[in-house]
């Protein structure tokens, strides 16, 4: 049996089972594959989405791997390591990861191949990307040249590396090759599944909607249900569906997570609560988008990268009432600027650009927005880039010279307007906007008067109809 092939399989339970059954039968007498074929195991349970089965195999594979080779015992305390930090868990004792990859020794195998890409992959989560890189240019070298069957999960560990890190040109030619590999080896249903959701990712951050949802529908029917594949494609859903300003298909894609995998994938794996925080925002539902916070800042507490850190101030800024989101804003960019990842550092100075100008600071808000579009064009990152766009040109005019139905309606109006047109109540509307209640209600009376509507259903009709958001001053 082929362990390794086996556990990038479409059954990783099963796999769980039958190499713990062959490492059981190993008993004492080879130690070292035991202990191997159990932190395979572990992985495999892990992929499926059972975390504590996957640290308990773990901790099983090290108590093992203490009669074994050198060898062997680098591979278990990779093994289990990868596995505490995919789960947001520190280690019961501190674990040197150097001294395993000189352990590992030569490039011999691909098994130690495999072992060493988890080292990349855990050095890519902790944001030490050139090592991450090195080593993972190192592996692909190997296994090109040796045609090993580790190649295909290879490159696509360095695509999403290279996604991360904004060179999705790269990425998206890495992880298309890593497909069509993982195509030819009818074992490797996750690392096509995988591959696939990063393929989606890169079409949803640049608004390529048709082809991100081309590349989902074959990665969700090969995909574990709750496993790290099924996870990565809900984060693609979630990255579209927001830069098409569709904040509640972007909600039900990453409440999911949020709420089944929130304990199951480290912040920094996943990625995803600072979207569902900005969605939980887009739709008027701050009290969501605040306890959603909260949640994130308590699980990336100890979190030594910076993108978790930017990330909450970024959304606290987005939070804060006007006379405090300055500072969280700068915040996010300083910390931003110590990273290779200009999306993100885009995306902070876009929504910071979007509360100076509802404070109406617009000089300020302009050279924010302008920044902000400019590496969005550069990236290819369209939808992002339009929605910087809307702000910097708010008042576009309709292509027939019909004139704006919405013009009459004040500044004020036309975010109660936006908001409403998401599918916010009134409280959703006042918690946004940092109004009462009578405040929303009598801003809704004079926009239903201005444009001869008698109810909020006959006012998201007349937009649907007008094809477009009346507001030049929408949230945030």
């Given amino acids: 049996m082929d362990s390794r092939i086996s556990i990038w399989g479409g059954r990783p339970l ?3 089972e039958s190499l713990l059954t062959e490492a059981l039968g190993l008993g004492d007498n080879e130690p070292g594959r035991a202990a191997r074929m159990l932190g395979e195991a572990a992985l495999a349970a892990s992929m499926a989405g059972h975390t504590e089965l996957a640290m308990a195999t773990a901790n099983r594979a090290q108590r093992l791997a203490q009669t074994a080779d050198s060898v062997s015992r680098a591979m278990v305390a990779i093994d289990r390591a990868i596995l505490a930090m995919q789960s947001n868990r520190a280690l019961e004792q501190e674990r040197d990861i150097a001294q395993a990859i000189g352990d590992l020794g030569p490039l011999e195998s691909d098994e130690i191949c495999e072992s060493l890409g988890h080292c990349a ?41 290279e996604f991360r890190t904004d060179r999705w040109d790269a990425a998206d030619a890495h992880s298309a090759e890593a497909v069509r590999l993982a195509r030819r080896n009818s074992g490797d249903t996750f690392v096509l599944a ?16 048709a082809e991100c949802r081309q590349y989902l529908g074959e990665a969700m029917e090969l995909a574990s249900p709750g496993g790290l594949a099924a996870a990565y494609g809900a984060t693609a859903t979630g990255l579209l569906e927001l830069g098409l300003d569709r904040p509640a298909r972007a909600i039900a894609a990453l409440e999911v997570l949020d709420v089944d995998t929130g304990e199951t994938y480290s912040p920094a794996v996943i990625r ?11 739709s008027g539902r701050a009290r969501e988008a605040g306890a959603a916070l909260s949640r ?61 100008r509802r404070a109406r600071r617009l000089a300020e808000a302009r050279e924010q927005l302008t920044a902000a579009f400019a590496i ?3 990236l290819g990152a369209s939808t992002w880039a339009e929605r910087a766009r809307r702000e910097l040109a708010p008042r576009r005019r309709r292509r027939s010279g019909a004139a704006d139905p919405f013009s009459p309606l004040t500044s004020h109006e036309m975010q109660v307007t936006e908001l409403l047109r998401h599918g916010a109540t009134n409280r959703e509307i006042a918690a946004a906007l940092f109004v009462t209640d009578k405040t929303v209600e009598y801003h809704l009376g004079n926009v239903f008067r201005k444009l001869d509507v008698r109810s909020r259903t006959e006012l998201v009709l007349l937009l649907e109809r007008a094809g477009q958001s009346p507001s030049s001053e929408a949230w945030p």
């Fill in 14 to 16: 099963r796999a769980h």
């Fill in 121 to 161: 992959v855990m050095l890519l989560w902790d944001e030490q990307y050139p090592a991450s890189e090195q080593i993972l240019v190192r592996i692909v070298e190997a296994a090109r040249e040796r045609r090993w069957p580790i190649l295909a999960l290879s490159l696509d560990t360095l695509a999403g590396l």
């Fill in 194 to 209: 995988s591959a696939l959701t990063t393929l989606a990712r890169i079409a949803a951050a640049r608004g390529r909607e």
């Fill in 272 to 282: 995803s609560g600072p979207d569902l925080i900005e969605a939980y925002l887009r």
């Fill in 296 to 356: 994130f800042e308590s699980a990336t507490a100890s979190d030594r990268g910076t993108w978790a850190r930017a990330a909450a101030a970024r959304c606290r800024g987005m939070l804060a009432p006007s006379q405090a989101f300055d500072q969280e804003f700068r915040e996010a960019l300083e910390l931003h600027a110590q990273t290779p990842t200009p999306f993100e550092a885009a995306r902070t100075r876009l929504c910071y650009g979007e509360r100076l």
């Fill in 376 to 378: 969005f064009d550069r």
